[in-house]
């Protein structure tokens, strides 16, 4: 049989970064078994999301939540119980909420703001598997200026044309849930907003891991250009073309994955006890 030209075979990398020299270990998502197996696998990687968070002091007193759906009933969905130290939280805390906020596993309360617009952002968007907010420094600072992020560095790029700012209920604590839906509708299909005066979101459309390092990367494309702003300086922007490339390879549900894949463990070697 002829083989596929190199370019075929190119297209079928699950990621740019996949080596083409075989017996090389090279990460790779998980096929499950059963919806049990699944299941445990997304509560197991959205405990350590949490510890991540913590680990990173994204952690804002009560406020913060991570998010995913359950596999065998999508109307529902595991989330972190509320003032709950995310450094502590385990597979055993999480919460299992359904649309109408009844907790139907679990013993703690939950973030009645979490749910809102977390519960809204799902209804809304059946592609999304997962998302994360946090009251971080950076994210809550470039949050008041209103604007989106410029595509400065390669970072940044990864959200090129693919994050908006949502203006709705800007600075008002979201509890109603007509205020959630408005939010969630303004979301489109973006793997990320910024809420103004409020604060970052991302999603994830095929993993948790996903959703969490997009939210790692805003935070920090946030930060990065608040630095370069703060020098006086006029930024130096990535064309279009430069950037849409950067997107396309950089910042797929891939890529995203793969990038959380080191973070993962380390927090897994080290806080074992995140499975109990």
Known sequence: MT????????????????????GLYFPKPPVFQSVEEERLHRKQRLAA??????????????AGHVTVRDPEF???????????????????????VDHA?????????????GFVLHSAIHQHHPHVLASCHMHTANGM???????????????AAGFYNDHAVITEQAGAVVVDREA????????GDNKAVIHQNHGLFTVGRESVDEAAWWFIALERACEIQLKAEATGHPLKLISPEAAAHSAKHLATPMAAWLHFQPI???????EPDLFD
């Open 3 to 22: 083989p596929p030209p190199a370019s075929q075979k190119a297209s079928e990398k699950a990621s740019v970064y996949q080596p083409s020299q075989q």
């Open 141 to 155: 600072a470039w949050a008041a200026l209103g604007r989106p992020l410029d595509p400065i560095t390669q970072t």
């Open 180 to 187: 959630g839906q408005a939010v969630a509708a303004a979301f």
């Open 49 to 62: 999301v949490c510890r991540v968070f913590a680990r990173y002091r994204y952690e804002y007193g009560f």
């Open 101 to 113: 906020g009844t907790v139907l596993e679990g013993n703690w309360a939950v973030n009645q703001a």
């Open 74 to 96: 999508p109307d529902r969905f595991w989330t972190n119980p509320f003032a709950m130290d995310f450094g502590r939280v385990r597979v055993s805390d999480l919460l299992l």
């Open 264 to 270: 993962y463990d380390a927090v897994a070697r080290t």
